[in-house]
């Protein structure tokens, strides 16, 4: 069956950084973009950062844009996420996404708090 399993999260103080990583099975990896969406107490869930299915393109939110990085390893089916400068608004639940023609697949997610 599909999985995506999240890891990395924790506590961080503000300047801090993180790595979050996601691994993949039960589907072609590599035929799907993959994203990190997160999610705060009382807000929606946003996108953080994307990346098309061999890794030529990645998008990413202008609040993380130059702090945050999104890469994918096909051959190991896995993405990561590498957060950098981390302040307290990106306090939120992570969760590892999978795109591909109207297919979804979400992680559990995993708690990144920034606090000092």
């Known amino acids: 069956q599909v999985q995506l399993v999240e890891s990395g999260g924790g506590l961080v103080q503000p300047g801090g950084s993180l790595r979050l990583s996601c691994a993949a099975s039960g589907f072609v990896f590599s035929s799907y973009a993959m994203g990190w969406y997160r999610q705060a107490p009382g807000k929606e869930r946003e996108l953080v950062a994307g990346i098309t299915s061999a890794g030529g393109s990645t998008n990413y939110a202008d609040s993380v844009k130059g702090r945050f990085t999104i890469s994918r390893d096909n051959g190991k089916k896995m993405v990561y996420l590498q957060m950098n400068n981390l302040k307290p608004e990106d306090t939120a639940v992570y969760y590892c996404?999978?795109?591909?023609?109207?297919?979804?697949?979400w992680g559990q997610g995993t708690q990144v708090t920034v606090s000092s």
């Open positions: 996404n999978a795109g591909r023609m109207g297919l979804v697949y």
